[in-house]
C-alpha cells in the first residue's frame, strides 16, 4: 500500500553542475557526495607561486609523484563528505561516551587485574603520541594534496586521529592519575622499547610526496598498528584476561580502521590500477614504510605479547600482505 | 579489593591541555626545521608557544556531537526546501544574483582556506595553535560543501550557477576574489593567519557573511538562511581564532608588532576592496534591503573596528593605513560598482538591471551626501536610455588594478568626479593601480604581483578562447569568444533582468504555484 501526496512539479532546468556532470557521465542528478566533493579543484591561472614553495604552483598535482590522467578517480568508497562524516562520527561518539560511562559507573576500570591494567597503560598510553603523529601526516596530506577527491576525506581523517589521540588520553585519566599521562610521554621520548616507532614517525613527518604521506600512514602503519594494537592486543590478549572494559573503552578504534580501510583500499587499487609507474612506486612505499613498520612494532608486539610476539607480528603481516596484494601489488 | 577511588578531579583548562598540548612532543630524529620548515622565513619570532592562550576548548568527542547535531537540523531544511520548491518563496527573481555572486565569490574561498588551515594546523609549531587552526580547517569544508549542498537546488531552477568551478578560474570579476584567495594563501603561514583568521575573519566577517545571511533572511531565502544560522556558532569561533592568533604574535615579541601592522595594513586595504561587490549587493540587489552598505560599514567597521584598534593600541598597533579612505569610500563603493557591473552586464554570469524609483529613493534617503549629487542622475540616464530601446552595454575593455584586480572605477579620496589611478614602473614595465594603498601593497612585494593573471590583459593578449576559435576569420566575435571560454550560456547566463529567462520563469512557476 502506498499514497501518494500530490505537490506542484517543476522541471528542472538542469539536475546538477558542470563541474560534476563531466564526471559523472553527463547531466543527470547526482548525490550530496558527488557534488561536495568532484571537479571542484581549482586547475587555471593561479596567480602567484607559494612563497613557502615556490618551485610549485599553488594548486600542484607535481606535489607527487604518482601521475593520475584523472585525480577525480580517486573516490572514497564510503561517500562521506563533511555532513555524512560528522552525523556518522557523533552516533559513533554517543556509543562512545556510553561505553566510558558504563566503564565508570560499574567502577569496571577498578576492578581491572593490576597486571592488565598495567600492561593495557604500557602498551596504549603512549599511542596517543602516534595518534597524534597520524593527526599530523592527515594535515600534511591535505594541504599538498590535489583534488577535493582526496582533500575532503584527508582533513576528517586528521580530526579521527585527533579524536583517537583524546580517546587513549581519556582512557589514561580514567585509568588513573593524570600524572600517568607524562610518564607515558617518558617512555615515548625515552624508553627503548618506543625509539624505533617515535623514529619512524618522525621520519614520516620529513616526507614531501603526499601520496607518499597517505600510503605510509594511512595504509602501512595504522594497516599494521591497528590490527596488532586492536584487534590482537585489545580484544584478544586483555579481553582473555580479564580486561573487556578496557575494549569498551576503545571500541572506536578498530570500528574506525575499518571504514577508514575502505576509504584507503578504494584510493591505493585505482592508483595500482592506472599504470606500471604508479604501480611501482606504490609498491617500493608499502614495502619500504612496511619494513620499517614491522621493526617499529616489534618491541611493542614483545611488550604486548611475551612470548607470543612473533606469530602474533607475522600473522598481521600475513594479513597485510594479503590485502596488499588484493590491491594489485606483490610485496 | 582496595579501590582507589578518590581520584583528583580535572579542572577544564587541565584537562584540555593534556588532550591537545600534552600530545606533540620535540622531535629529536629529525631536526625540528625540517619537521617545521616553513614558521621562520616571515621574520616573525616565537619564544614560547606555550603562552597561546586555546580560544575554544573543543575537543573532538563534543565537536562531533554539536557539528552532527547542527548539521542534522541544516539538512533536513535543505530536503524541505528542495521538496517544496523553496525556491519559489523568495522576495523576487532578482534575489537571485545576489546568491550568485555568493556562489561564484564567496563559496570558492571557504574551499580554498581548509588547505591553508591544514598547512597552519600542520606546521605551526604550537599544539594548541594548530588544533584551532584544524579545526577550521574541517569547518571551512563544511561550510564549502553545505553551500554547495544549499545552493544546488537553485542551480536547477536557474541560470548562472551550472559552471562556478570553470568560470572562478578565469572569469574577470571573479579574478578579484580568486587572487585575494590566491595571495593569502601563497604566503606563509602567520601572515595566512592574519589576513584570512585576523583581517578577514575577525575584522571583516560581520561585512561579508552576515550581510549576505541576513540578505537571505529578508528574502525569504530559507536555504541560505538556515545554513548562514548554523555556521553562526562556527564564525564566531573562528573570529576568536582571529583575535587570540593577533594576540598571540604581538606578545611574544616587539619585533613582531611592524612585520603584523604590515599585514594588516595590507590585509584591510584588499578586504575593504572585495567587500565593495557585498556593497553592491546589499544597496542594489536585494529587493527587500537589510541596510546600506553606508550603515553596516559604520556599525561593523568604524564601530566596532574603531573599538578593536584602541583595544589594539597597547602593542603599538595602529589602526590600518588606508581607513579613512576606506572610511570616506562608504558614500561611494557600492554605487561606483554596481554602475561598473550594469554597464558591464553583457560580461557577468548574473543579471543586472535598473533600480525602481522608490528604490532610487531609498538610496538619496541613505546616502544624503553623495547619491543624488553623483550617482542617481546616472542612473536615472541609463534606464531611461534603456526604456528607450538603448540598453547600455560596454565593450570596450576596462583597466584593471594590479594588485586588487578590480576594474579602474573607484574615485580619488576627496574627489568623487576624478577616477583614481596610479602607476609605477617596476623592471621597464608599467603597472596599473585603483589607489594608492594597492600601489604601495605592490611596491612591497613586487615579486609577487608581477604574476597577478589578469584577465583584461590576458584577452588582450589572446589567452582567452577556446582552442578551437580562430580570430582570424571574418566573422570573429572576440567579446562573444572571451564569453564562450567563461562558459557562459549567452543571453542566459548575462545581460538584463528585464526580459531574462530566470524572470519569465519564476514568473510563470510561482503562478503555476499559486493559481490554478
Given at each position: 500500500?502506498?499514497?501518494e501526496?500530490?505537490?506542484?512539479e517543476?522541471?528542472?532546468?538542469r539536475?546538477t553542475?558542470?563541474?560534476?556532470?563531466?564526471?559523472?557521465?553527463?547531466?543527470?542528478?547526482?548525490s550530496?557526495?558527488?557534488?561536495?566533493?568532484?571537479?571542484?579543484?581549482?586547475?587555471?591561472?593561479?596567480h602567484?607561486?607559494?612563497?613557502?614553495e615556490?618551485?610549485?604552483?599553488?594548486?600542484?598535482?607535481?606535489?607527487?609523484?604518482?601521475?593520475?590522467?584523472?585525480?577525480?578517480?580517486?573516490?572514497?568508497?564510503?561517500?562521506?563528505?563533511?555532513?555524512?562524516?560528522?552525523i556518522?562520527?557523533?552516533?559513533?561518539?554517543?556509543t562512545?561516551?556510553?561505553?566510558?560511562?558504563?566503564?565508570?559507573?560499574?567502577?569496571?576500570?577498578l576492578?581491572?587485574?593490576?597486571?592488565?591494567?598495567?600492561?593495557?597503560?604500557?602498551v596504549?598510553?603512549?599511542?596517543?603520541?602516534?595518534?597524534?603523529?597520524?593527526?599530523?601526516?592527515n594535515?600534511?596530506?591535505?594541504?599538498?594534496?590535489?583534488?577535493?577527491?582526496?582533500?575532503?576525506?584527508?582533513?576528517?581523517?586528521?580530526?579521527d586521529?585527533?579524536?583517537?589521540?583524546?580517546?587513549?588520553?581519556?582512557?589514561?585519566?580514567?585509568?588513573?592519575?593524570?600524572?600517568?599521562?607524562?610518564t607515558?610521554?617518558?617512555?615515548?621520548m625515552?624508553?627503548p622499547?618506543w625509539?624505533?616507532?617515535?623514529?619512524?614517525?618522525?621520519?614520516?613527518?620529513?616526507?614531501?610526496?603526499?601520496?607518499?604521506?597517505?600510503?605510509?600512514q594511512?595504509?602501512?602503519?595504522?594497516?599494521?598498528?591497528?590490527?596488532?594494537?586492536?584487534?590482537?592486543f585489545?580484544?584478544?590478549?586483555?579481553t582473555s584476561?580479564?580486561?573487556?572494559?578496557?575494549?569498551?573503552?576503545?571500541?572506536?578504534?578498530p570500528l574506525?580502521?575499518?571504514?577508514?580501510?575502505k576509504?584507503?583500499?578504494?584510493?591505493?587499487?585505482?592508483?595500482?590500477?592506472?599504470?606500471?609507474h604508479?604501480?611501482?612506486?606504490i609498491t617500493?612505499?608499502?614495502?619500504?614504510?612496511?619494513?620499517?613498520?614491522?621493526?617499529?612494532l616489534?618491541p611493542?608486539?614483545?611488550?604486548?605479547?611475551?612470548?607470543?610476539?612473533?606469530?602474533?607480528?607475522?600473522?598481521?603481516?600475513?594479513?597485510?600482505?594479503?590485502?596488499?596484494?588484493?590491491?594489485?601489488?606483490?610485496? | 579489593?582496595d579501590?582507589?577511588?578518590?581520584?583528583?578531579?580535572l579542572?577544564?583548562?587541565?584537562?584540555y591541555?593534556h588532550?591537545?598540548?600534552?600530545l606533540?612532543?620535540?622531535?629529536?630524529?629529525?631536526?625540528?626545521?625540517?619537521v617545521?620548515?616553513?614558521?621562520?622565513?616571515?621574520?616573525?619570532?616565537?619564544?614560547?608557544?606555550d603562552?597561546?592562550v586555546?580560544?575554544?576548548?573543543?575537543?573532538?568527542?563534543a565537536?562531533?556531537?554539536?557539528?552532527?547535531?547542527?548539521?542534522?537540523k541544516?539538512?533536513?531544511?535543505?530536503?524541505a526546501?528542495a521538496?517544496?520548491?523553496?525556491?519559489?518563496?523568495?522576495?523576487?527573481?532578482?534575489?537571485?544574483s545576489?546568491?550568485?555572486?555568493?556562489?561564484?565569490?564567496?563559496?570558492?574561498?571557504e574551499?580554498?582556506v581548509?588547505?591553508?588551515?591544514?598547512?597552519?594546523?600542520?606546521h605551526?609549531?604550537?599544539?594548541?595553535?594548530?588544533?584551532?587552526?584544524?579545526?577550521?580547517?574541517?569547518?571551512?569544508?563544511?561550510?564549502?560543501?553545505?553551500?554547495?549542498h544549499?545552493?544546488?537546488?537553485?542551480n536547477?531552477?536557474?541560470?548562472g550557477?551550472?559552471?562556478?568551478?570553470?568560470?572562478?578560474?578565469?572569469?574577470?570579476?571573479?579574478?578579484?576574489?580568486?587572487?585575494?584567495?590566491?595571495?593569502?594563501?601563497?604566503?606563509?603561514?602567520?601572515?595566512?593567519?592574519i589576513?584570512?583568521?585576523?583581517?578577514?575573519?575577525?575584522?571583516?566577517?560581520?561585512?561579508?557573511?552576515?550581510?549576505?545571511?541576513?540578505?537571505?533572511?529578508?528574502?525569504?531565502?530559507m536555504?541560505?538562511?538556515t545554513?548562514?544560522?548554523?555556521?553562526?556558532?562556527?564564525?564566531?569561533?573562528?573570529?576568536t581564532?582571529?583575535?587570540e592568533?593577533?594576540?598571540?604574535?604581538?606578545?611574544?615579541?616587539?619585533?613582531?608588532?611592524?612585520?603584523?601592522?604590515?599585514w594588516?595594513?595590507?590585509?584591510?586595504?584588499?578586504?575593504?576592496?572585495?567587500?565593495?561587490?557585498?556593497?553592491?549587493?546589499?544597496?542594489?540587489?536585494?529587493?527587500?534591503?537589510?541596510?546600506?552598505?553606508?550603515?553596516?560599514?559604520?556599525?561593523?567597521?568604524?564601530?566596532n573596528?574603531?573599538?578593536?584598534?584602541?583595544?589594539l593600541?597597547?602593542?603599538?598597533?595602529?589602526?590600518?593605513?588606508?581607513?579613512?579612505?576606506?572610511?570616506?569610500?562608504?558614500?561611494?563603493?557600492?554605487?561606483q560598482?554596481?554602475?561598473?557591473f550594469y554597464?558591464?552586464g553583457?560580461?557577468?554570469?548574473?543579471?543586472?538591471?535598473?533600480?525602481?524609483?522608490?528604490?532610487?529613493?531609498?538610496?538619496?534617503?541613505?546616502?544624503?551626501?553623495?547619491?543624488?549629487?553623483y550617482y542617481?542622475?546616472?542612473l536615472e540616464?541609463?534606464?531611461?536610455?534603456?526604456?528607450?530601446?538603448?540598453?547600455?552595454?560596454?565593450?570596450?575593455?576596462?583597466?584593471?588594478?594590479?594588485t586588487?584586480?578590480?576594474?579602474?572605477?573607484?574615485?580619488?579620496?576627496?574627489?568623487?568626479?576624478?577616477?583614481?589611478?596610479?602607476?609605477?614602473?617596476?623592471?621597464?614595465?608599467?603597472?596599473?593601480?585603483?589607489?594608492?594603498?594597492?600601489?604601495?601593497?605592490?611596491?612591497?612585494?613586487p615579486e609577487?604581483?608581477?604574476q597577478?593573471?589578469?584577465?583584461?590583459?590576458?584577452?588582450?593578449?589572446?589567452?582567452?578562447?577556446?582552442?578551437?576559435?580562430?580570430?582570424?576569420?571574418?566573422?570573429?566575435?572576440?567579446?562573444?569568444?572571451?564569453?564562450?571560454y567563461?562558459?557562459y550560456?549567452?543571453?542566459?547566463?548575462?545581460?538584463?533582468?528585464?526580459?531574462?529567462?530566470?524572470?519569465?520563469?519564476?514568473?510563470k512557476?510561482?503562478?503555476?504555484?499559486?493559481h490554478?
Amino acid at each position: 500500500m502506498s499514497v501518494e501526496i500530490k505537490a506542484v512539479e517543476i522541471k528542472p532546468l538542469r539536475n546538477t553542475f558542470t563541474n560534476v556532470a563531466e564526471l559523472i557521465g553527463g547531466d543527470k542528478p547526482a548525490s550530496r557526495y558527488q557534488e561536495a566533493t568532484l571537479g571542484n579543484q581549482a586547475t587555471a591561472h593561479m596567480h602567484y607561486r607559494p612563497t613557502w614553495e615556490p618551485e610549485f604552483e599553488l594548486f600542484d598535482p607535481r606535489r607527487s609523484a604518482i601521475q593520475m590522467r584523472e585525480w577525480y578517480d580517486l573516490r572514497d568508497p564510503r561517500q562521506l563528505y563533511y555532513s555524512s562524516w560528522t552525523i556518522q562520527r557523533a552516533k559513533e561518539q554517543e556509543t562512545q561516551e556510553a561505553n566510558f560511562d558504563f566503564v565508570e559507573s560499574r567502577r569496571l576500570h577498578l576492578s581491572l587485574p593490576p597486571d592488565v591494567k598495567k600492561l593495557a597503560v604500557d602498551v596504549l598510553i603512549p599511542l596517543r603520541h602516534a595518534a597524534w603523529g597520524a593527526n599530523m601526516n592527515n594535515n600534511e596530506f591535505c594541504s599538498r594534496a590535489f583534488s577535493e577527491v582526496l582533500i575532503s576525506p584527508a582533513i576528517m581523517q586528521a580530526m579521527d586521529n585527533l579524536g583517537i589521540a583524546q580517546y587513549l588520553t581519556r582512557l589514561g585519566l580514567i585509568l588513573d592519575e593524570p600524572e600517568i599521562l607524562d610518564t607515558a610521554k617518558k617512555q615515548w621520548m625515552d624508553s627503548p622499547a618506543w625509539q624505533p616507532l617515535r623514529h619512524m614517525t618522525e621520519d614520516t613527518f620529513v616526507i614531501r610526496d603526499f601520496m607518499e604521506i597517505f600510503v605510509a600512514q594511512n595504509f602501512v602503519i595504522d594497516g599494521l598498528l591497528y590490527p596488532l594494537i586492536y584487534d590482537r592486543f585489545v580484544d584478544d590478549t586483555l579481553t582473555s584476561r580479564g580486561g573487556s572494559a578496557i575494549a569498551m573503552m576503545t571500541s572506536f578504534m578498530p570500528l574506525w580502521f575499518g571504514q577508514s580501510s575502505k576509504w584507503v583500499d578504494g584510493v591505493i587499487k585505482v592508483v595500482v590500477a592506472e599504470s606500471e609507474h604508479n604501480k611501482a612506486l606504490i609498491t617500493q612505499w608499502t614495502t619500504q614504510w612496511r619494513n620499517r613498520t614491522i621493526a617499529a612494532l616489534t618491541p611493542i608486539a614483545a611488550m604486548a605479547f611475551g612470548d607470543h610476539q612473533q606469530t602474533m607480528l607475522d600473522e598481521v603481516v600475513e594479513q597485510f600482505n594479503a590485502r596488499a596484494k588484493k590491491l594489485g601489488m606483490t610485496v | 579489593m582496595d579501590m582507589n577511588v578518590s581520584k583528583k578531579k580535572l579542572g577544564i583548562k587541565e584537562r584540555y591541555a593534556h588532550m591537545t598540548r600534552g600530545l606533540g612532543w620535540e622531535p629529536t630524529y629529525q631536526p625540528a626545521e625540517a619537521v617545521f620548515p616553513y614558521d621562520k622565513y616571515e621574520g616573525i619570532k616565537i619564544h614560547d608557544w606555550d603562552k597561546w592562550v586555546d580560544p575554544f576548548r573543543l575537543t573532538m568527542d563534543a565537536y562531533w556531537k554539536y557539528q552532527g547535531e547542527k548539521d542534522r537540523k541544516l539538512y533536513a531544511v535543505i530536503e524541505a526546501f528542495a521538496q517544496n520548491n523553496g525556491h519559489l518563496n523568495i522576495t523576487d527573481a532578482r534575489y537571485l544574483s545576489a546568491i550568485k555572486l555568493f556562489w561564484q565569490g564567496v563559496s570558492p574561498l571557504e574551499n580554498y582556506v581548509v588547505q591553508g588551515f591544514a598547512r597552519a594546523g600542520r606546521h605551526f609549531r604550537g599544539e594548541a595553535s594548530r588544533i584551532a587552526c584544524q579545526m577550521q580547517a574541517v569547518d571551512e569544508l563544511r561550510h564549502y560543501q553545505t553551500q554547495t549542498h544549499s545552493i544546488s537546488n537553485y542551480n536547477k531552477y536557474y541560470n548562472g550557477f551550472h559552471s562556478q568551478r570553470h568560470m572562478w578560474d578565469r572569469v574577470w570579476y571573479l579574478s578579484v576574489p580568486k587572487s585575494f584567495g590566491e595571495d593569502a594563501l601563497s604566503a606563509g603561514p602567520f601572515e595566512f593567519l592574519i589576513a584570512i583568521s585576523f583581517s578577514f575573519e575577525y575584522v571583516l566577517t560581520n561585512l561579508l557573511f552576515v550581510p549576505f545571511m541576513s540578505g537571505a533572511a529578508y528574502n525569504g531565502d530559507m536555504s541560505t538562511v538556515t545554513f548562514g544560522f548554523s555556521a553562526q556558532s562556527d564564525e564566531s569561533r573562528h573570529m576568536t581564532l582571529g583575535i587570540e592568533a593577533i594576540k598571540f604574535l604581538l606578545e611574544q615579541d616587539p619585533a613582531n608588532v611592524p612585520i603584523v601592522q604590515g599585514w594588516i595594513d595590507k590585509w584591510f586595504w584588499r578586504g575593504s576592496k572585495v567587500l565593495a561587490l557585498v556593497g553592491m549587493m546589499m544597496d542594489y540587489m536585494l529587493p527587500k534591503r537589510v541596510m546600506s552598505w553606508k550603515e553596516a560599514w559604520e556599525i561593523y567597521a568604524e564601530e566596532n573596528g574603531g573599538a578593536l584598534f584602541r583595544d589594539l593600541a597597547r602593542y603599538g598597533i595602529r589602526p590600518p593605513k588606508g581607513w579613512a579612505d576606506a572610511c570616506e569610500a562608504k558614500n561611494h563603493i557600492s554605487h561606483q560598482i554596481w554602475l561598473l557591473f550594469y554597464e558591464y552586464g553583457g560580461a557577468t554570469a548574473f543579471h543586472t538591471w535598473s533600480p525602481t524609483n522608490e528604490e532610487l529613493d531609498w538610496l538619496s534617503a541613505k546616502y544624503p551626501d553623495s547619491f543624488d549629487k553623483y550617482y542617481r542622475p546616472r542612473l536615472e540616464f541609463l534606464r531611461d536610455k534603456h526604456a528607450r530601446g538603448g540598453r547600455v552595454y560596454q565593450t570596450t575593455l576596462p583597466a584593471l588594478c594590479t594588485t586588487c584586480q578590480i576594474p579602474l572605477c573607484f574615485t580619488e579620496p576627496g574627489d568623487p568626479t576624478k577616477i583614481s589611478h596610479r602607476e609605477t614602473v617596476h623592471e621597464g614595465e608599467k603597472y596599473v593601480f585603483c589607489s594608492g594603498h594597492c600601489q604601495e601593497i605592490f611596491s612591497n612585494e613586487p615579486e609577487k604581483f608581477v604574476q597577478s593573471w589578469l584577465p583584461v590583459n590576458q584577452i588582450y593578449q589572446g589567452n582567452c578562447f577556446n582552442p578551437d576559435v580562430d580570430p582570424t576569420a571574418p566573422d570573429f566575435d572576440p567579446l562573444k569568444a572571451v564569453l564562450e571560454y567563461f562558459h557562459y550560456n549567452l543571453g542566459r547566463d548575462n545581460g538584463d533582468f528585464e526580459g531574462s529567462e530566470d524572470q519569465q520563469n519564476f514568473a510563470k512557476w510561482r503562478g503555476q504555484a499559486g493559481h490554478n
